[in-house]
């Protein structure tokens, strides 16, 4: 986001005048569009309203823009010689298509999140930058330059990072799978739109679990799918709950995030994986396991995937190095029946020819000499040590206020506000006060929860958020 320079001698209206000038004659704001408020524009730059009524009455008075009484500022239609029956209408472009926008919380977590300034991040489910191997990864890339051709990669992946996940997977998760059912992505984000996009039609209906990060999701609904809620507890979902549901809705695919679930941080117990797997056989019904967090388990020892226990070939498993290892690479893979990933690489290979062979070549050296390894050993320490402290926040500053069942793994503390609140009211009240989270409505829950992160801040601000977060609750509640 553009600021104006405050060192500058040119006055700052005149700086954003100008800037809003460029903006207009780029095609940014078209003519006819309407402006931001000076309210809204001042918070976006740092300034004071004053300061941007200056620069759009220097807009008015050359033409550029008109005030449009109950609309506010809107460029004019006139003043570069286009008339209204050549400007597109690109408000209903816009709202058209069948790609749908993220939620409004999303997109206003994002929007502060991008502004740069100084937030307590309690929101993203990323790792903090100390917590990235950028060490290990400048090494390697050092150590051994890249030698390999710069054409367009197989666009099923880099073929040895498919032999280095097959042994990885198998050594640390139990996963036994060959390289030809392996797919690379570009993260498990890409690894479920394909599925959404080649494997399901509209119309279909699917079971997600509930609360569930799949309702953040706006993938699903561009793809027509009906979705159906299975409700999670203490040990997760309730298989014999499928049922029920596939006698009504005739459920096509299950998407489950069995181990540290986000964003609850549940466990799908031992009884109900097997009975999930018997159903899920017995009806026909592809069950899509969404793994990011299984390795980061506190304690070592990470609870079996379905995947590692499916015998009758109905898992889909996506793995990603997002959340765990470096998010900036945009790794992931999916472990599917041959038949599947071919009909998944041909439609990866419409979208963007494959992925870049740059970061694949990084992450196979990355997995292959063992850095992934001690990554994550390193990784649940840390994770744990922030987790811990979170708790002690917890329950030393909002004792009175939030209840929650300590995660074993993962990056999360889910959390349930003992009082009556509007969210959006919390999240604007937070924000002001310079601490963010997710509101539980995001994930199609209970609208008193929330998600806190403690993977993303910096382990001194944990607690000063969670200080900030009371006095946000305080004055919402009373």
Excluded at 182 to 195: A, D, E, V
Aim: charged fraction near 20%; proline fraction near 7%.
């Amino acid at each position: 986001m553009w600021k104006p320079d405050r060192a500058a001698k040119k006055p700052i209206y005149q700086q954003i005048t100008d800037y809003m000038e460029r903006c207009i004659s780029f095609g940014e704001f078209p003519p006819g569009s309407i402006l931001p408020s000076e309210r809204k524009l001042a918070d976006l730059l740092g300034v004071n309203r004053s300061t941007v009524l200056q620069a759009y009455d220097e807009l008015r008075a050359s033409g550029i823009v008109e005030s449009v009484k109950g609309s506010g500022t809107k460029v004019s239609k006139l003043k570069w010689g286009i008339t209204p029956s050549q400007t597109p209408n690109w408000k209903q472009y816009v709202e058209g298509g069948t790609f749908l926008p993220n939620l409004p919380f999303i997109r206003r977590i994002r929007e502060e999140l991008r502004k740069g300034e100084r937030i307590i991040d309690f929101a993203s489910g990323e790792l903090s930058a100390d917590l990235f191997p950028n060490q290990i990864i400048r090494h390697l890339m050092q150590k051994q330059p890249f030698q390999e051709q710069l054409g367009y990669e197989d666009p099923q992946g880099f073929s040895p990072l498919r032999e280095s996940l097959v042994s990885f997977l198998a050594q640390q998760l139990n996963i036994n799978t060959t390289d030809s059912s392996i797919l690379i992505t570009s993260g498990s984000q890409q690894s479920l739109y394909l599925i959404t996009q080649c494997l399901l039609s509209p119309g279909d209906a699917v079971a997600i679990e509930d609360p569930s990060y799949c309702y953040s999701l706006p993938m699903f609904q561009s793809a027509g799918l009906r979705l159906f809620g299975l409700p999670v507890d203490e040990h997760g979902i309730n298989p014999e709950d499928i049922i029920t549901l596939h006698r009504q809705h005739r459920i096509r695919m299950l998407f489950l995030n069995p181990n540290f679930q986000n964003p609850t941080g549940g466990i799908l117990s031992a009884e109900r994986r097997i009975r999930l797997l018997e159903i899920a056989a017995e009806l026909g019904i592809p069950i899509v396991e969404d793994d990011p967090f299984t390795l980061t388990a506190f304690d070592g020892n990470p609870p079996p995937t379905l995947k590692s226990l499916d015998t009758s070939g109905n898992v889909l498993y996506i793995g990603s190095l997002s959340k765990i290892a470096a998010s900036g690479l945009r790794i992931g893979w999916l472990i599917a029946p041959q038949a599947v990933v071919s009909r998944l690489t041909d439609a990866r290979q419409q979208m963007d020819f494959g992925l870049s062979g740059i970061p694949q070549w990084v992450a196979n050296q990355f997995i292959k000499d063992g850095h992934f390894e001690q990554q994550i050993i390193l990784l649940r320490q840390a994770l744990l040590h922030k987790r811990n402290h979170m708790i002690q926040g917890l329950q030393s500053i909002l004792p009175d206020y939030i209840t929650f069942t300590p995660p074993q793994g993962g990056l999360n503390i889910w959390c349930n506000i003992n009082r009556e609140f509007d969210d959006f009211k919390l999240l604007n009240e937070a924000i002001k006060r310079g601490v963010i989270h997710v509101p539980g409505s995001v994930y199609g829950s209970d609208h008193r929860s929330i998600r806190l992160s403690f993977a993303r801040p910096h382990i001194d601000d944990i607690i000063p958020g969670l200080k900030l977060l009371k006095e946000a609750i305080q004055l919402i509640s009373s």
